[in-house]
Each structure stands twice: as structure tokens, then as C-alpha cells.
T-cell receptor, first 111, second 114 residues
Framework: EDQVTQSPEALRLQEGESSSLNCSYTVSGLRGLFWYRQDPGKGPEFLFTLYSAGEEKEKERLKATLTKKESFLHITAPKPEDSATYLCAVPLNSGYSTLTFGKGTMLLVSP | ETGVTQSPTHLIKTRGQQVTLRCSSQSGHNTVSWYQQALGQGPQFIFQYYREEENGRGNFPPRFSGLQFPNYSSELNVNALELDDSALYLC?????????????FGSGTRLTVV
């Protein structure tokens, strides 16, 4: 069964204090790993797709990396506006295109 | 280009009642997926519709049903509501054959069952 586990569940940082979020997965034949950002009361917003081990993607203060068993979302010098829940997801091993999500990491960046 | 629109934004129902949630997909997107997100959890896949047919289903009982219309908009119906059905219900539309990178999520409907 496809599994996605995220850690930590919650993370509190001071503005400018860099850190990383972890997403580990157990899935055969990975067809991509996706990172989303979700603000309170909103739907998830797409950030990155990673397809193969060693791949990296960057967007502003965020950088996502992928190994064969896990992905990291590195946040460099975060700002309060980076506060959100970060979700990772992998495609279900099925005949249709949908995703299984982890529980997310709730990030709070204090000024 | 419009995004995904869901209605209503909030809803309170009594246990045992029935509810219908609506979703208008993004222009050009013909696939709609519904997810349930309980508090503190990630979204869980309910089902997907493509060309007005159910195209896949997660571990949800038959009292969760849906429809997709010719304009690709969609409805989620839940019968015999239970307290555990309280959650944020998310609709995501995508172009044919895409996966997570093609998803556009709506802001969801917050359903409270009392």
C-alpha cells in the first residue's frame, strides 16, 4: 500500500532561521512526488514536482530535493508569510491520476 | 482563466441528513477529483470523474456519490450523514492524464455535522 509520512508534524521557526521538512514514502515505481502549500481554510496550492532521485527544484526561499526513499523541503531564511501547512503527495498506483497525501507539516514563522 | 469554484463555503447539517456539494472546474479541465480533509490530516481521495463517468474511487462507502456534468462541473452527494463526515471537502480539477502537477484545488466546503 502506498504510504507517505511527513515530519515533523509542526515546526516553529524564527524569521531567518532555516530548516527542512521531511517526506518519506513507500511506493513501488514512483511516478513523481509533489509538494503543496496549504493556507488555513484554503485548498492546497501546487509548489513542485520531482521525478527522479537527485532532482532539485527551487522557488524563492524553498528548495525541494528527492532521494529514493524521501524528499526534503528546505526553507532558507523564512519569512512570516511562509507560514502554512506543507503537504507532500505521490500518485496512487492505480489506473487513474490521483494522489495520496501525507498529513502535512504545519510551519509557523515568527517575526 | 478562472480557477476551481466550490459552493457553499460552509455548511452545517444534522446527523442522518443528506448534503450536496458543488464544484465548477477550471476552464479546459475535464477531470474532477474529490478529497476529504479532516482536521489535522492530509486530503484523502474520495473519487474521480472523467467524461461524466466515475473513474476511480478511494475507501469511502457508497453513501458518498457523485456526478459530473457535460460542462465538467461536478457534485458530491453524501447520504445519511455521520458525525465523522465533518471535514473540509476539496474539489480538484485537472487536464486529462495529468497528475499532481496539473491539479487546481478549490478552496473547499467546510461541512459540520451535528
Amino acid at each position: 500500500e502506498d504510504q507517505v509520512t511527513q515530519s515533523p508534524e509542526a515546526l516553529r521557526l524564527q524569521e531567518g532561521e532555516s530548516s527542512s521538512l521531511n517526506c518519506s514514502y513507500t511506493v513501488s515505481g514512483l511516478r513523481g512526488l509533489f509538494w503543496y502549500r496549504q493556507d488555513p481554510g484554503k485548498g492546497p496550492e501546487f509548489l513542485f514536482t520531482l521525478y527522479s532521485a537527485g532532482e532539485e527544484k527551487e522557488k524563492e526561499r524553498l528548495k525541494a530535493t528527492l532521494t529514493k526513499k524521501e524528499s526534503f523541503l528546505h526553507i532558507t531564511a523564512p519569512k512570516p508569510e511562509d507560514s502554512a501547512t506543507y503537504l507532500c503527495a505521490v500518485p496512487l498506483n492505480s489506473g487513474y491520476s490521483t494522489l495520496t497525501f501525507g498529513k502535512g507539516t504545519m510551519l509557523l514563522v515568527s517575526p | 482563466e478562472t480557477g476551481v469554484t466550490q459552493s457553499p463555503t460552509h455548511l452545517i447539517k444534522t446527523r442522518g441528513q443528506q448534503v450536496t456539494l458543488r464544484c465548477s472546474s477550471q476552464s479546459g479541465h475535464n477531470t474532477v477529483s474529490w478529497y476529504q480533509q479532516a482536521l489535522g490530516q492530509g486530503p484523502q481521495f474520495i473519487f474521480q470523474y472523467y467524461r461524466e463517468e466515475e473513474n476511480g474511487r478511494g475507501n469511502f462507502p457508497p453513501r458518498f456519490s457523485g456526478l459530473q456534468f457535460p460542462n465538467y462541473s461536478s457534485e458530491l452527494n453524501v447520504n445519511a450523514l455521520e458525525l465523522d463526515d465533518s471535514a473540509l471537502y476539496l474539489c480538484a480539477s485537472s487536464p486529462t492524464g495529468s497528475e499532481g502537477y496539473g491539479y487546481t484545488f478549490g478552496s473547499g466546503t467546510r461541512l459540520t455535522v451535528v
